[in-house]
């Protein structure tokens, strides 16, 4: 399917939630995104992981490459997590 899905504005949505857990005994941010729209989420283990998601989405909007269900489909992979 190739549409904005975030419409006509290019408009993306996520909530952010940011969580700070230790990580080999250095404190690291955990973060995940979730869709106000379609109700996917996203967890990722860094920062670094979470940019690189917006990056993709963001660049996703741009060429209009959205999946099946209407959402972005990024391709940032690394550093994703399945729970936080």
């Known amino acids: 399917m190739k549409r904005n899905a975030g419409g006509e504005s290019g408009y993306l949505a996520y ?3 940011l969580r700070r857990v230790v ?12 869709s106000p729209h379609t109700g996917e989420s ?7 992981a979470l940019y690189a998601f917006l990056v993709a989405a963001t660049r996703a909007s741009t060429t209009g490459d959205v999946s099946e ?7 940032a992979e690394e550093g ?5």
């Open 42 to 48: 996203h967890a990722f283990a860094s920062l670094e």
């Open 23 to 34: 990580r080999d005994g250095q404190p690291v941010w955990q973060a995940s995104v979730e």
């Open 80 to 84: 994703r997590v399945d729970a936080i």
């Open 15 to 17: 909530m952010l939630r």
């Open 69 to 75: 269900s209407g959402t972005q489909a990024p391709r």
